[in-house]
């Protein structure tokens, strides 16, 4: 069992920058691999960033390349996300997810385990 628990959410202008905390409770963190999704108001969950976990391999969005990074402290039981050059567009609650083992995927239905979200609000 992994709880969840995300912080570091806001409101910031028009090309700033935030940076996401997710962190886990539970043994064996390491073994899990870690992603973040968010979900605008009256639309659905979607993938923005994921992170194995044994090779830290990670895999983007197209819509957040090279805006977004992704890492892990494994040390620390904490998933990060680096959210550069915000756009109105990235607004919604972002939640971080779990999976025991297995590849970077984008897929809501793999992650195990979810947050309860943080909001980000972007404002132009």
């Known amino acids: 069992q992994v709880q969840l628990v995300e912080s570091g959410g806001g409101v910031v202008q028009l090309g700033g920058s935030l940076r996401l905390s997710c962190a886990a409770s539970?043994?064996?963190?390491?073994?899990?691999?870690m992603g973040w999704f968010r979900q605008a108001p009256g639309k659905e969950r979607e993938f923005v960033a994921a992170?194995?976990?044994?090779?830290?391999?990670?895999y983007y969005a197209d819509s957040v390349k090279g805006r977004f990074t992704i890492s892990r402290d494994n040390a620390k039981n904490t998933v990060f996300l680096q959210m550069n050059s915000l756009k109105p567009e990235d607004t919604a609650v972002y939640y971080c997810?779990?999976?025991?083992?297995?590849?970077?995927?984008?897929?809501?239905?793999?992650?195990?385990?979810w947050g309860q979200g943080t909001q980000v609000t972007v404002s132009s």
């Open positions: 992170i194995s976990w044994r090779t830290s391999n990670t």
């Open positions: 539970g043994r064996a963190f390491s073994m899990y691999t």
């Open positions: 997810a779990a999976r025991s083992g297995g590849a970077a995927v984008a897929t809501t239905a793999d992650y195990d385990y």
